[in-house]
């Protein structure tokens, strides 16, 4: 399988705290695959296509994912997570908010990723 991690933007431009946690990702030695979520955000994806190491981008190009809200990203990552031995995501506000407790532990109950 693969490992998938959460790039971080601002919907218009990738923010270098996403190659840092590209960095952690690589080392875990699976495939890598980066996932964009915002609105408007194409060119991010396409910058996080060019990164080093970034196997596939998923893009999910949608209104509910423009603010970078924990529920709709936290409920795409579950549904995504299957596919995944590892899920990662830099160590920022937005990706902390997503991976709160709360979140944790409805991704724990509904996949198999510890």
Do not use: W
Request: glycine letters at 4%; proline letters at 3%; a negative charge.
């Amino acid at each position: 399988m693969a490992t998938l991690l959460l790039a971080e933007h601002d919907n218009k431009s990738l923010k270098d705290s996403t190659n840092k946690a590209l960095t952690a990702a690589k080392k875990i030695g699976a495939d890598v695959h980066v996932l964009v979520a915002g609105a408007g955000c194409k060119a991010v994806a396409d910058a996080a296509a060019k990164l080093d190491g970034v196997k596939k981008v998923l893009l999910a190009d949608g209104a509910s994912y423009e603010h970078f809200l924990a529920e709709p990203l936290a409920a795409l990552i579950v549904s995504l997570a299957p596919s995944y031995d590892a899920i990662l995501a830099p160590a920022t506000s937005n990706a902390k908010n997503v991976r709160s407790e709360e979140h944790t532990s409805e991704l724990q109950s509904q996949s198999t990723i510890s």
